[in-house]
């Protein structure tokens, strides 16, 4: 037996680079994604759903749609990214590729920056996409439509990133989806408010420069902030199972 | 003599309000299989979990070649390989690609040297087959395919015998021997009567029931 010397530690310095390390995360989870198309058209259904169900239930009179429209996108899609949020990292915690994650010599926000970028570009950017359509549809005029698109294009990334911090803290949970509701309901409100208002003060015609700026900060605040409270989440998730 | 890899002092845990071990204490050698033993819940997984780094309540220290292994947290991650009870296999991906994916944040392996490893655990011919469509056993062999391949010098394995079929336990036992030789430290938990020769043993639960 060789056991008079220690075998070499592999330096940290060989190891994969956090970029390297994030594409790879990122890659499998579009790849697994795709493979489970319906999982993917779930939000945005819904979304769709929630858009045209409105104006039967409330009142299709122009009037209303124009006033109310941008709200109604706005509340769908929230509730929409928040349906989606649940299956972040359910799947990965249940077989395992979770526990994995966490011991990848890289750090775990970066992983998981790349896991929730995945997410928003498998169910928030769809819902951008599909904003112009709805919002014609709920009579909103050009620039209302354009305006809104850009506050999504913003938000929805928001969403994800405070939306992975709740899905991580009650990924041990048997019935985590109200108390993920519960926990991130109230962080959205201030996204949803700004996100609205922006396109109430450009329907007005005035300047929407400010709340642009706010939702931003909002983005940039989530972007750093965010991952490594997830991280900080997904581990006491960890060792409580 | 050689310095231990990772060591253990005083280790504590409770777990829903019962103690499943205090006062352990342990070295693991290069060079060593240690094999992790005791009935059912006496906490032979969260043993493996917490020298792994997944569960943080425990009491005690644990050192990684002589130091606390909170500091060298890259250097432990680096040279440490855990499997655990659940595989870590993608139900939706194919052996290759979980295999690709497991190994893409560790170091870069060419895709010949992957489809090698997978033919070594016997799973030559279902590459390209999504994983929810092999047997349990399969599945599992395309986790410890990851042995073959890897360059780690501490694996914690967790029931790794687990719906494997008798040749390929053997197979794991002359792996896991064949490691040791070679300077890795292999801890092990298994309800599978191991016997290697030079193995250690560290025995949970001792008859005694802990109440709080």
Same mark, same amino acid.
């Given at each position: 037996?060789?056991?008079?010397?220690?075998?070499?530690?592999?330096?940290?310095?060989?190891?994969?680079?956090?970029?390297?390390?994030?594409?790879?995360?990122?890659?499998?989870?579009?790849?697994?994604?795709?493979?489970?198309?319906?999982?993917?058209?779930?939000? !945005?259904?819904?979304?769709?759903?929630?858009?045209?169900?409105?104006? !039967? $239930?409330?009142?299709?009179?122009?009037?209303?749609?124009?006033?109310?429209?941008?709200?109604?996108?706005?509340?769908?899609?929230?509730?929409?990214? +928040?349906?989606?949020?649940?299956?972040?990292?359910?799947?990965?915690?249940?077989?395992?590729?979770?526990?994995? +994650?966490?011991?990848?010599?890289?750090?775990?926000? +970066?992983?998981?920056?790349?896991?929730?970028?995945?997410?928003?570009?498998?169910?928030?950017?769809?819902?951008?996409?599909?904003?112009?359509?709805? $919002?014609?549809?709920?009579?909103?005029?050009?620039?209302?439509?354009?305006?809104?698109?850009?506050?999504?294009?913003?938000?929805?990334?928001? #969403?994800?990133?405070?939306?992975?911090?709740?899905?991580?803290?009650?990924?041990?949970?048997?019935?985590? $989806?109200? !108390?993920?509701?519960?926990?991130?309901?109230?962080?959205?409100?201030?996204?949803?408010?700004?996100?609205?208002?922006?396109?109430?003060?450009?329907?007005?015609?005035?300047?929407?420069?400010?709340?642009?700026?706010?939702?931003?900060?909002?983005?940039?605040?989530?972007?750093?902030?965010?991952?490594?409270?997830?991280?900080?989440?997904?581990?006491?998730?960890?060792?409580?199972? | 003599?050689?310095?231990?890899?990772?060591?253990?002092?005083?280790?504590?845990?409770?777990?829903?309000?019962?103690?499943?071990?205090?006062?352990?204490?342990?070295?693991?050698?290069?060079?060593?299989?240690?094999?992790?033993?005791?009935?059912?819940?006496?906490?032979?997984?969260?043993? +493996?979990?917490? #020298?792994?780094?997944?569960?943080?309540?425990?009491?005690?220290?644990? !050192?990684?070649?002589?130091?606390?292994?909170?500091?060298?947290?890259?250097?432990?991650?680096?040279?440490? #390989?855990?499997?655990?009870?659940?595989?870590?296999?993608?139900?939706?991906?194919?052996?290759?690609?979980?295999?690709?994916?497991?190994?893409?944040?560790?170091?870069?392996?060419?895709?010949?040297?992957?489809?090698?490893?997978?033919?070594?655990?016997?799973?030559?011919?279902?590459?390209?087959?999504?994983?929810?469509?092999?047997?349990?056993?399969?599945?599992?062999?395309?986790?410890?395919?990851?042995?073959?391949?890897?360059?780690?010098?501490?694996?914690?394995?967790?029931?790794?015998?687990?719906?494997?079929?008798?040749?390929?336990?053997?197979?794991?036992?002359?792996?896991?021997?064949?490691?040791?030789?070679?300077?890795?430290?292999?801890?092990?938990?298994?309800?599978?009567?191991?016997?290697?020769?030079?193995?250690?043993?560290?025995?949970?639960?001792?008859?005694?029931?802990?109440?709080?």
């Amino acid at each position: 037996m060789n056991a008079e010397s220690r075998p070499a530690l592999k330096p940290v310095e060989s190891a994969i680079g956090p970029v390297q390390a994030m594409v790879a995360v990122f890659m499998r989870d579009v790849r697994v994604a795709f493979r489970q198309r319906q999982d993917l058209l779930n939000p !945005l259904l819904f979304f769709i759903m929630v858009v045209t169900l409105f104006p !039967l $239930g409330v009142s299709p009179e122009v009037a209303f749609l124009k006033q109310s429209g941008a709200g109604i996108l706005w509340v769908a899609a929230l509730l929409s990214v +928040l349906l989606s949020l649940d299956h972040l990292f359910r799947h990965d915690f249940d077989d395992g590729t979770l526990e994995q +994650l966490i011991l990848q010599p890289q750090p775990l926000f +970066l992983l998981i920056l790349a896991k929730t970028l995945a997410h928003w570009i498998l169910t928030g950017l769809p819902l951008v996409l599909l904003t112009p359509v709805l $919002g014609i549809m709920v009579h909103l005029d050009g620039n209302s439509v354009a305006i809104l698109c850009l506050t999504l294009l913003i938000g929805t990334p928001v #969403l994800s990133l405070i939306g992975a911090i709740g899905a991580a803290l009650t990924l041990g949970l048997r019935s985590a $989806g109200v !108390l993920l509701s519960l926990l991130i309901i109230p962080l959205y409100i201030p996204v949803l408010i700004f996100g609205t208002g922006t396109v109430a003060a450009a329907a007005e015609g005035a300047p929407v420069a400010g709340y642009l700026a706010l939702m931003g900060a909002f983005l940039v605040l989530a972007l750093t902030l965010a991952p490594f409270a997830a991280a900080a989440a997904l581990r006491i998730s960890m060792s409580n199972s | 003599m050689s310095e231990p890899l990772l060591q253990a002092v005083n280790l504590e845990c409770e777990r829903d309000e019962r103690l499943l071990f205090q006062n352990l204490s342990f070295s693991v050698m290069p060079g060593t299989v240690t094999r992790i033993e005791g009935p059912n819940g006496t906490g032979k997984t969260t043993l +493996l979990r917490i #020298l792994a780094g997944l569960n943080d309540a425990w009491s005690g220290e644990l !050192l990684w070649c002589g130091e606390p292994r909170a500091w060298h947290r890259e250097s432990f991650l680096r040279n440490m #390989l855990y499997l655990g009870h659940r595989p870590g296999i993608k139900p939706l991906l194919t052996p290759m690609e979980n295999l690709r994916a497991l190994m893409a944040g560790r170091r870069t392996v060419s895709d010949d040297i992957l489809s090698q490893a997978l033919a070594g655990t016997g799973l030559a011919g279902f590459e390209n087959v999504p994983c929810r469509n092999l047997s349990a056993g399969q599945q599992r062999r395309v986790a410890l395919a990851r042995l073959l391949i890897a360059d780690e010098p501490l694996w914690l394995l967790d029931e790794v015998f687990t719906a494997i079929d008798a040749d390929g336990v053997k197979a794991i036992e002359e792996l896991l021997q064949q490691r040791a030789a070679e300077g890795g430290a292999v801890l092990v938990t298994t309800h599978h009567d191991l016997q290697l020769p030079g193995m250690k043993r560290i025995t949970l639960g001792g008859g005694q029931s802990y109440e709080c």
